[in-house]
């Protein structure tokens, strides 16, 4: 199938995209690298008379340690992300969920500001967010603003940007010390979203005791999800007191509800998630013991 027919803009900065977006309303769509909306609207799942192509804003792209964090463009790309040395330094969560997204032709065209924005609770990019306490920046008609992850993702592929504004970049908490980091998923074939998975982040102090642990979880819930009641289980406690399969399973039976669909019922997925967290926490705990 092909999309509707729609009226194709190409702003010249985030400012004019912001204009057309309070100009056009509702019937207008931000495209970046188009991995999630071109599917819908060739379905005809999605319909827009107007798309604003930011996908060439040099502006929006970019990767640059500011003040503790790395802050990201949301147009750079998901390939661009997965080969920086300096992502590799600074965010290595992020380093290592890369390559689980699609395929590289994917991650080519991708970007880090359309994935978040789509806000899909089994992608790899919110569930990072939420682990990491990653902020993200906002530029509307009213100027701009900083929404914190937790208060980012509102509901089933909606999030907190408001009519007229764009995401303009993501900034994530560079960690030091000593810290481990893993994600675990578990996906039918490579490239496909996760029926569940976790991404963890684990700091120990000069104590051996972990100082702080973040636990995003892919695919269990209506939107992404973070498992606070098991970081704070976690928080406080030696490598040698923690039990991985038993934090993975509480992890997993917190949460009120589990979605279901034709790819995995909610036990069955809530099950998975349990083992996935288990796994990438036993990981994260090993590289933080090692010394990073």
């Known amino acids: 199938m092909k999309p509707s027919t729609f009226d194709y803009h190409r702003p010249a900065s985030a400012a004019e995209a912001v204009g057309l977006l309070s100009e ?42 500011q003040d503790g964090s790395v802050r990201i463009g949301a147009a ?48 790899e990019y919110p569930a990072v967010a939420q682990a990491l306490d990653a902020t993200f920046d906002l530029l509307g008609p009213a100027g701009a603003r900083t929404v ?10 909606e999030t907190a940007v408001d009519d007229g504004e764009l995401l303009t970049s993501v900034r994530v908490p560079i960690w030091s010390g000593r810290c481990g980091f893993a994600v675990e998923e578990v996906t039918r074939r490579h490239g496909d979203f996760a029926i569940a998975g976790a991404a963890v982040a684990v700091e120990l102090g000069p104590d051996d005791r972990v100082v702080r642990c973040g636990i995003g979880l892919i695919g269990l819930g209506s939107t992404p999800v973070r498992a606070t ?53 036993d990981a994260a705990i090993a590289e933080a013991v090692r010394g990073g």
């Open 24 to 65: 056009l309303g509702d019937e207008a769509k931000i495209l970046a690298g188009g991995q999630s909306l071109v599917p819908m609207l060739s379905l005809r799942l999605a319909r827009f008379e107007h798309l604003v192509d930011i996908s060439r804003l040099d502006e929006l792209r970019g990767i640059e340690r």
């Open 76 to 123: 750079t790309t998901e390939a661009a992300i997965e080969t920086s040395a300096e992502i590799a330094s600074a965010a290595p969560l992020l380093a290592r969920a890369t390559p689980l997204i699609g395929h590289f032709q994917i991650r080519n065209r991708g970007t880090i500001g359309g994935s978040l924005a789509h806000a899909d609770p089994a992608a």
């Open 229 to 281: 009641g098991t970081e704070t289980e976690i928080v406080g406690r030696a490598p040698t007191e923690l039990d991985a399969d038993e934090l993975g399973r509480y992890a997993a039976g917190d949460l009120d509800s589990v979605p279901g669909d034709v790819h995995a019922p909610p036990d069955y997925r809530r099950r998975i998630g349990a083992v996935t967290v288990a796994r990438a926490l």
């Open 148 to 157: 914190e992850a937790a208060d980012f993702f509102t509901g089933l592929w």
